[in-house]
């Protein structure tokens, strides 16, 4: 294990480094696009110096020593004696306006974090429920959505719903004990089990902590933020997967994220009743506020609470099969509209450089630059020659990416249909509210597409954008608008062509927040 754990050190460090790279350069790229397209020069922030609450948060100290830290730390591990540094505790904002609070735990530590849970997945896999889809090296999420849409839509069904209250925070520590310990549910090393019975009771603070050295300590709950919170968090409802699975329906669970679907009210409650006995034996609580419970899923409403569908890891269930969200829909006009205020409206009020267009209006490079970054959101980067060439001319397309990749398994694309006519008429709207702010202040123009003319591309003509020594053509550009229905039709096609091994799913920082997908896009 000391080996595994230099080499993941290092592996660690070398990711620091690359973070602070792509941050150097997203700045770097954002200056740039602001020069461009205001004819200004772009302010630096202020130089600051990087601090660190201890040295082995410090990439280069970490990668210099990994050899003497990795030593260090097997040795403590051999006499169990290994207790994890003081992690760094902050919070970030919940959708409802709570917090969570996250450990940052110090690359060493992080690093042994890795190296265990590697090690106890890979003799553990057969052992873990086949309920759970979290975490597991062999499944992912599409597998739990693939897995819980396969049911017979046939008459009455009643879906069971259950959230647990602060359920990283509230494990309690002498239950996940018992759990490590017993044999017949997990197979661990000695030296496996006191690596997470240390991590249950770790140290933690904030940054004044760090610099008083007054900590805190764990006494329940798993550390948010460190790896070996997953396979933790998976054990602890290793009790509820046994009990649903001897119970009739069909469950999938993803973490703490449960959801069960039957067909009669009866199945339904000897469901919930397992939720009940579970938080008994276990010591977690039912968050009853939160708890949709028993629903019957149906168009019309019926004697017992009626919903038309339900949101389950980034996808709608309905009667008439797998959707988007209307959550995730309201989302993905949020990053829309910021894209089009960032590519034609924010940077009119510092200043506009007159390459950007001409003055007769007839081309505009930043509303190619925004057609361009909504087709990478929509598309993953794939151009629309290669979509157009996978649907209609039998093409090959190896890999499927962005949002519409992860959305392959869709089967009502009504509410896409929706939002490609809201994505062209609000661009639409922002190109004539440019229009009227550049003739106002700098005496210029930019095009003003119809709803049609944005869609096929013709707003931009061959003569319009280029000098006339310049010997490129209109074809060199992607003109044509980028749709969520199109990307869609080639997902789906993609998917029952090549299964989904090579579709990017979200990962499970994001919290599932599919939109999320959208923030690869430099902007």
Known sequence: MRNEIRA?????????????????????????????????????????????????????????????????????????????????????????????????????????????????LHRNKKRLSPHSYAYHPDKNVFDAILALNDFDRDGKLFAVQIDFEKYFDKIPATYIKRKLSDRSVVGLTPHERHIYESFLHHRYGDAASHASGIFKRRINGTPQGSSVSLFLANLANDGLDRQLAAESGKFVRFADDVVAICGNYEEAQRLEKCFDRHCSQSGLILNRRKSPGIAVIADHQHEIRTISDFTYLGYSFKETGLAMPQKTALKLKQKVSRLINIYLIHALQFGFNSLRSNRSGRYDWDLLGLIYELRRGFYGGLKEAEITTFLYNGGRLNRMRGLMGFYCLIEDPALLKTLDGWTLSIVRRACVRRHQILQTNYGRGCPTPSNQELALGTWLSNAAWRDEDDTASAD????????????????RKHFFTYGLEDVQAPGYDSSMDVASLFDAIDY
């Open 476 to 491: 060199d550009v992607e003109v044509v608008f980028p749709s969520l229905v199109r990307g869609w039709r080639a997902a």
């Open 8 to 120: 993941e050190i290092k592996r660690l460090s070398r990711k620091a480094f690359e973070k602070k790279r792509k941050a150097q350069q997203t700045e770097r790229k954002y200056r740039e696009k602001f020069e461009r397209r205001t004819g200004l020069e772009a302010g630096h922030p202020p130089a600051t110096t990087e601090t660190f609450p201890h040295r082995h948060f410090d990439p280069a100290h970490c990668k210099r020593h990994a050899n003497a830290i990795a030593s260090g730390i097997w040795h403590k591990v051999l006499h169990a004696d290994y207790q994890p540094d003081p992690a760094l505790h902050f919070e970030l904002p919940k959708p409802d306006g709570s917090k969570r609070g996250v450990m940052a735990f110090g690359i060493p530590d992080a690093a042994v974090a890795n190296v265990v849970l590697r090690r106890t």
